[in-house]
């Protein structure tokens, strides 16, 4: 797969780009469209650059597709620190028993839990600040899918009828 972007001096040519497929992407102010065969690419990148636009041919693999992150997510990300912090303190007191899972890790120890802490900031920095490679998108889903659960049981534990508890979560 390759994907040809073009920028420029695009808007003239704005309904052009649209009827051949291409996709505009606000972040990067380009248009873009990806192509089984690089020959394609290239000769549609050379006739837009004859009428004063750039193209650019990218060979794509699974990590360069960026993702944007909903707010949801990233209030997730930033609720899990408080909730592995209350984790590792039942497990400090007795209060739970190692092992656990969490968003698909085993935690053993409080050295486990400041580790996937670790991450979970990291990669509410790293959504914050760009789109997310299709890695990162999907241990972010991971580590949401599992906030989401603990706060539905949560919910559920504290005598919230179960329809109630999930309509909490609707906007993810």
């Given amino acids: 797969m390759y994907r040809l972007i073009l920028t420029g001096n695009t808007f003239s040519i704005k309904q052009e780009l649209k009827a051949e497929g291409f996709r505009w992407n606000s972040f990067n102010k380009s248009w873009y469209k990806d192509f089984e065969e690089e020959d394609r690419a290239v000769a549609l990148s050379t006739a837009y650059e004859a009428n004063g636009v750039c193209g650019l041919v990218t060979p794509l693999n699974p990590d360069t597709k960026k993702y944007f992150v909903k707010e949801g997510w990233i209030f997730n990300l930033?609720?899990?620190?408080?909730?592995?912090?209350?984790?590792?303190?039942?497990?400090?007191?007795?209060?739970?028993?190692?092992?656990?899972?969490?968003?698909?890790?085993?935690?053993?120890?409080?050295?486990?839990?400041?580790?996937?802490?670790?991450?979970?900031?990291?990669?509410?920095?790293?959504?914050?600040?760009?789109?997310?490679?299709?890695?990162?998108?999907?241990?972010?889903?991971?580590?949401?899918?599992?906030?989401?659960?603990?706060?539905?049981?949560?919910?559920?534990?504290?005598?919230?009828?179960?329809?109630?508890?999930?309509?909490?979560?609707?906007?993810?």
């Fill in 78 to 172: 930033e609720s899990m620190h408080d909730k592995l912090f209350c984790i590792a303190l039942d497990l400090r007191e007795g209060r739970l028993k190692a092992p656990l899972e969490i968003a698909g890790k085993t935690i053993n120890s409080e050295d486990d839990i400041d580790e996937l802490m670790d991450e979970a900031s990291k990669l509410e920095w790293i959504a914050k600040s760009r789109p997310v490679t299709s890695k990162e998108y999907g241990r972010i889903k991971a580590i949401v899918n599992w906030r989401v659960e603990a706060r539905y049981a949560t919910c559920i534990a504290n005598g919230m009828n179960e329809a109630d508890a999930g309509r909490c979560f609707e906007d993810l």
